[in-house]
């Protein structure tokens, strides 16, 4: 299994994503964000064993003992940002766009296409880098909670399937 399998969905018949379409909408473009959300928990996680390794060879009895139980800590909560992460997809069909988050409540930020009247793509340097970006969609009227979508993989490619379905080419 290869990153790309992990993050872009082909099989639609998902019920995670299922739940969420309605029965006419068609093939939907289902991705998961870029797994460098989770560089950040990942480096605490790292640097927590460092500490907690360092700790155990210098300080030695009770001191160690918490410090090993607080990076216990931070692999639980790696490992519940892994999960979370694996749950978590943008969708985009013909009707509108949407953001699912979250493991006990579930958060489902949508758009519909109609309102979307332009979208940008933000490439920071280390997105560039390690191939991610950051969709932000502008919407006619009031503010959206779908305004910026952060994480996106192959952000050119996304970009581009996510810009002929809002905006399709008119006869």
């Known amino acids: 299994m290869n990153l790309n ?14 739940k969420y379409l309605m029965s006419y909408e068609g093939k939907p473009v289902a991705v998961r964000r870029h797994p460098a959300v989770l560089l950040r928990p990942v480096g605490e996680v790292t640097a927590g064993l460092i500490v907690a390794g360092f700790a ?77 970006g950051t969709f932000v969609m502008e919407s006619a009227g009031q503010d959206q909670a779908l ?7 192959y952000p050119e490619q996304l970009y581009l399937e996510v810009s002929s379905v809002i905006f399709p080419v008119q006869d």
């Open 147 to 153: 305004r910026e979508v952060e994480y996106m993989p």
């Open 56 to 132: 155990s060879t210098t300080i030695g009895g009770g001191p160690a003992f918490i410090i090993w139980w607080l990076w216990l800590a931070l692999l639980v909560r790696l490992t519940w940002k892994v999960f979370a992460w694996s749950l978590e997809f943008f969708i985009v069909t013909e009707h509108r766009v949407m953001l699912i988050t979250g493991v006990l409540n579930r958060k489902v930020a949508m758009m519909p296409l109609a309102k979307v009247t332009d979208i940008a793509l933000e490439r920071p340097f280390v997105g560039r880098i390690i191939g991610y």
């Open 5 to 18: 399998d992990l993050m872009v969905i082909r099989d639609i018949g998902t019920r995670t994503i299922d």
